[in-house]
C-alpha cells in the first residue's frame, strides 16, 4: 500500500484538531461580528461571560483557540521534523518512524482533554457550560431557558459528523495497536460503524424537535423531526450501497445501480428539504413565501447587515454546500470524495458552511426576540434537564 503525503505529513488526529479548530474560530467571528453589529449574543445563549480583565466574550473564545492552536502546531512542528520521506516505501511507514504514532494521537487526546480539564483556569467558566450542554443534549434534555444555546449546538454536531466518525476510527487505529500514519482503515467495527456514528448527531435533534413538539404541540416541530429523519434513509443506502459493491450479483434486482439511485433520491430529498427549511425556518427569509415582502427584497425587515447581496449570496453558498454530495455523480469527481484528501475539504467545506449558518441563525433569534445590549447576571444549571 503506498501511503499519500497528505496522510504521513498531516495524518489523521491532526486533522480533527484542526476541523474542532476551524469551528472554534468561526464561532468567535461570529460572536465578534454579531456584538459590533449590538446583538447581545450573551444573553440569547443565556451565558454570563465573567472575567477579571474584562475581555469581551469573543477575545475569550480567540485565546481558547489560539492556545490550543499553538499546542497543536508545536506538535505537528516537531513530528514533521522527524517524519523522513526516506522512511516511506511500498508496505507503508517503517520501523524507525512507527514510534511517531504517539505524537499526533497523544496531541489529539491532549487536545480533547483541554474541554474537560477540571482545573478552574483556562477559561473554566466557558468549558463547564459547553460540557454542560453537550451532557444535557447527548441524554436527550433539552432546557426551557436555555433552548437555544442547545439547538445551536446540537446543529453544529450535525456538520461534524463526518468528524465524529474520524474519531471513532482514530480510536480503533490506535486501540488495535495499528499506525495512524498510513491511509486510514475505515473499515473498522465492520459496515455498521460509519451509518450509526453519523446518525448520533442527527437523532440528537430528532429528539429535541420531539420534545419540543410535546411541549407545545405546533406541527412545525414534526416538520423539523421530518428534515433530520430525511437524513438517515441516505446512511441507509450508503449501507446497502457498500454491501453491493462487496458482493455483487448481476441477476439480482437491487443491485448496485439501484442502490445508488436510491441514495441519490435520498440525498436529494435532504439537502432540498434541509435548504429550504434553512431559508424559511432557521434565516427567516421570505424569498420562498407564497407573497414574499418584496419591500425588503424577499428578505425580513430585521436585518443585521445592511446589504441585501450578502443575504443572497450567502442563500446561494448555502445551496451550493449542501448539494456538494453532486460530486458523486460526476465522472471526473466520482472517486475524489473517497480520498483522504477530498474527505477533509468535504469536511471544512461543512464547518464553513455552518459557521454561515450559526450567525444569521443568531441574528434571526435576535430578531424574533427583539433582545438588546445591556447587562446581564444570568447563570444557568449546566446540566439542567426540563
Same mark, same amino acid.
Given at each position: 500500500?503506498?501511503?499519500?503525503?497528505?496522510?504521513?505529513?498531516?495524518?489523521?488526529?491532526?486533522?480533527?484538531? /484542526?476541523? =474542532? $479548530? &476551524?469551528?472554534?474560530?468561526?464561532?468567535?467571528? +461570529?460572536?465578534? %461580528? #454579531?456584538?459590533?453589529?449590538?446583538?447581545?449574543?450573551?444573553?440569547?445563549?443565556?451565558?454570563?461571560?465573567?472575567?477579571?480583565?474584562?475581555?469581551?466574550?469573543?477575545?475569550?473564545?480567540?485565546?481558547?483557540?489560539?492556545?490550543?492552536?499553538?499546542?497543536?502546531?508545536?506538535?505537528?512542528?516537531?513530528?514533521?521534523?522527524?517524519?523522513?520521506?526516506?522512511?516511506?516505501?511500498?508496505?507503508?511507514?517503517?520501523?524507525?518512524?512507527?514510534?511517531?504514532?504517539?505524537?499526533?494521537?497523544?496531541?489529539?487526546?491532549?487536545?480533547?482533554?483541554?474541554?474537560?480539564?477540571?482545573?478552574?483556569?483556562?477559561?473554566?467558566?466557558?468549558?463547564?457550560?459547553?460540557?454542560?450542554?453537550?451532557?444535557?443534549?447527548?441524554?436527550?434534555?433539552?432546557?426551557?431557558?436555555?433552548?437555544? /444555546?442547545? =439547538? $445551536? &449546538?446540537?446543529?453544529?454536531?450535525?456538520?461534524? +459528523?463526518?468528524? %465524529? #466518525?474520524?474519531?471513532?476510527?482514530?480510536?480503533?487505529?490506535?486501540?488495535?495497536?495499528?499506525?495512524?500514519?498510513?491511509?486510514?482503515?475505515?473499515?473498522?467495527?465492520?459496515?455498521?460503524?460509519?451509518?450509526?456514528?453519523?446518525?448520533?448527531?442527527?437523532?440528537?435533534?430528532?429528539?429535541?424537535?420531539?420534545?419540543?413538539?410535546?411541549?407545545?404541540?405546533?406541527?412545525?416541530?414534526?416538520?423539523?423531526?421530518?428534515?433530520?429523519?430525511?437524513?438517515?434513509?441516505?446512511?441507509?443506502?450508503?449501507?446497502?450501497?457498500?454491501?453491493?459493491?462487496?458482493?455483487?450479483?448481476?441477476?439480482?434486482?437491487?443491485?448496485?445501480?439501484?442502490?445508488?439511485?436510491?441514495?441519490?433520491?435520498?440525498?436529494?430529498?435532504?439537502?432540498?428539504?434541509?435548504?429550504?427549511?434553512?431559508?424559511?425556518?432557521?434565516?427567516?427569509?421570505?424569498?420562498?413565501?407564497?407573497?414574499?415582502?418584496?419591500?425588503?427584497?424577499?428578505?425580513?425587515?430585521?436585518?443585521?447587515?445592511?446589504?441585501?447581496?450578502?443575504?443572497?449570496?450567502?442563500?446561494?453558498?448555502?445551496?451550493?454546500?449542501?448539494?456538494?454530495?453532486?460530486?458523486?455523480?460526476?465522472?471526473?469527481?466520482?472517486?475524489?470524495?473517497?480520498?483522504?484528501?477530498?474527505?477533509?475539504?468535504?469536511?471544512?467545506?461543512?464547518?464553513?458552511?455552518?459557521?454561515?449558518?450559526?450567525?444569521?441563525?443568531?441574528?434571526?433569534?435576535?430578531?424574533?426576540?427583539?433582545?438588546?445590549?445591556?447587562?446581564?447576571?444570568?447563570?444557568?444549571?449546566?446540566?439542567?434537564?426540563?
Amino acid at each position: 500500500m503506498v501511503v499519500s503525503l497528505f496522510d504521513l505529513y498531516f495524518p489523521l488526529p491532526y486533522r480533527i484538531c /484542526a476541523t =474542532i $479548530l &476551524i469551528g472554534i474560530y468561526a464561532w468567535g467571528l +461570529n460572536v465578534h %461580528l #454579531l456584538t459590533d453589529a449590538r446583538i447581545d449574543v450573551q444573553s440569547l445563549i443565556k451565558y454570563t461571560h465573567y472575567n477579571d480583565s474584562r475581555r469581551p466574550f469573543y477575545q475569550a473564545i480567540y485565546h481558547f483557540a489560539f492556545v490550543l492552536t499553538l499546542y497543536v502546531i508545536i506538535s505537528w512542528g516537531i513530528f514533521v521534523i522527524g517524519v523522513n520521506t526516506k522512511d516511506l516505501d511500498i508496505n507503508g511507514p517503517s520501523a524507525s518512524i512507527k514510534l511517531l504514532d504517539l505524537v499526533p494521537v497523544l496531541t489529539l487526546f491532549g487536545f480533547l482533554f483541554a474541554f474537560v480539564y477540571p482545573g478552574k483556569t483556562f477559561h473554566y467558566n466557558g468549558r463547564q457550560r459547553l460540557l454542560g450542554i453537550f451532557k444535557r443534549i447527548i441524554f436527550g434534555g433539552l432546557d426551557i431557558d436555555c433552548r437555544f /444555546a442547545d =439547538i $445551536l &449546538i446540537a446543529d453544529v454536531l450535525t456538520s461534524y +459528523n463526518k468528524v %465524529l #466518525l474520524d474519531l471513532v476510527y482514530t480510536l480503533c487505529i490506535f486501540f488495535s495497536g495499528k499506525s495512524s500514519l498510513t491511509n486510514p482503515n475505515r473499515t473498522y467495527g465492520g459496515d455498521f460503524v460509519a451509518p450509526i456514528t453519523m446518525a448520533i448527531p442527527s437523532l440528537i435533534r430528532f429528539s429535541q424537535c420531539s420534545i419540543d413538539y410535546l411541549r407545545s404541540g405546533a406541527t412545525i416541530h414534526i416538520l423539523n423531526c421530518i428534515k433530520y429523519a430525511s437524513a438517515f434513509p441516505i446512511l441507509i443506502a450508503a449501507l446497502l450501497l457498500k454491501k453491493s459493491k462487496d458482493s455483487p450479483d448481476q441477476d439480482a434486482f437491487f443491485d448496485q445501480n439501484f442502490f445508488f439511485k436510491l441514495w441519490t433520491l435520498a440525498s436529494l430529498i435532504n439537502s432540498t428539504y434541509s435548504f429550504y427549511w434553512d431559508v424559511t425556518n432557521d434565516w427567516g427569509l421570505e424569498l420562498f413565501d407564497s407573497f414574499p415582502s418584496y419591500h425588503y427584497g424577499g428578505l425580513r425587515s430585521v436585518r443585521v447587515v445592511k446589504f441585501r447581496l450578502v443575504y443572497y449570496a450567502v442563500v446561494l453558498i448555502d445551496f451550493t454546500l449542501r448539494a456538494v454530495w453532486i460530486l458523486k455523480l460526476t465522472y471526473s469527481w466520482n472517486d475524489f470524495p473517497d480520498l483522504e484528501t477530498g474527505l477533509f475539504i468535504l469536511e471544512t467545506l461543512e464547518i464553513s458552511r455552518r459557521a454561515f449558518w450559526v450567525f444569521f441563525r443568531t441574528e434571526k433569534e435576535w430578531a424574533s426576540s427583539g433582545t438588546i445590549i445591556k447587562d446581564h447576571n444570568i447563570q444557568l444549571p449546566l446540566t439542567e434537564r426540563r
